[in-house]
């Protein structure tokens, strides 16, 4: 089993002590974000590897060598866009991210991190000339250190939409959804640039906007962790099925530990907040002790823990 810490919230930054005390528990309660359901996740027995998904490692460092040791392999997907602060309002700074990316792929190997540009976003301040230009300038300070790039266009969901609305009448920008033959043609753009730079350029869950030069995604990817353990000396067979969370989606099966409305980044095209003032408050009563994230509101029931390890 492939564990995904998380596509929901960003664990490493901002929910790590809560991660590492459930990883010496060997296990988390989850609540189904779709219901009332509680199930728990094993985080040791039975674990193949691990998916992490953040923009900022630094607090997570410590948490990755103590994974390693437990002889678990783990794949970064680190997420860097370099956008102006209005669209980000409190992402750590691209350079420092890229100083971590490095950190990792010099510590654990390049195939444990993989660099996303995602969402890739299009507006009055992120016209696509300026990501070509954003993008070459990231790539060439990430090679190296990273064998492929991650992107795929925001999807504009409910909540995306209403955030992007309240962005727009607060800073003066305005957004579109370009049809895909825009998006093709900077997604062939920024492949030749990745390509220059060593890395293999893929696009996630949008196989309308594949043209030549890049290749669908797999994020989480069995065969990649299989590869990190094989470069740690460790070789592993990871066992998952492919399963894909949404049409498009190439991934192998996984289990998410992580919780909506939990990461205060404030990043203004977020599918996974409603209200950053919301996150903020669930991250200021988060309880690191707790077996969940964040507690439901009613009494759980559910699978009793597994054997502690």
Known sequence: MIVSASYRTDIPAFYGQWFLN??????????????RQVSVVPLRAGVDGFVFWTRNVGPFTEALAEIRRAGLPFVVQYTVTGYPRLLEASVIEAGRSIALI????????????????????????????????????????????????????????????????????????????????????????????????????????QPETLTAGAKPARCVDAR???????????????????????????????????????CPHGCVYCYAVNARGLAKRRLADHDPQSEFLVPPPWPAVGDSPPGLL
């Open 102 to 205: 490095r950190d990792l792929a010099a510590i654990h190997g390049p195939r444990s991190v993989v660099w996303r540009y995602d969402p890739i976003l299009i507006g009055s301040v992120t016209q696509p000339e300026w990501h070509e230009a954003n993008f070459t300038a990231l790539a060439g300070r990430l090679a190296g250190a990273v064998d492929e790039v991650v992107v795929s266009f925001a999807t504009l969901y409910r909540k995306s939409e209403r955030n992007l609305a309240a962005a727009a009448r607060g800073l003066g920008v305005t957004w579109t959804d370009p049809p895909a033959e825009t998006r093709r043609d900077l997604v062939r753009r920024l492949a030749v640039a990745a390509a220059e730079h060593g890395m293999a350029l893929t696009v996630c869950s």
């Open 22 to 35: 459930r990883f010496r528990a060997g296990w988390a309660r989850v609540v189904n974000p779709y219901g």
């Open 224 to 262: 990649r962790l299989e590869a990190v353990a094989a470069g740690w000396g460790a070789p592993r067979a990871v066992k998952a099925r492919l399963k894909g969370n949404r049409p498009g989606c190439l991934c192998f099966e996984s289990r998410d530990i992580g919780a909506y409305d939990t």
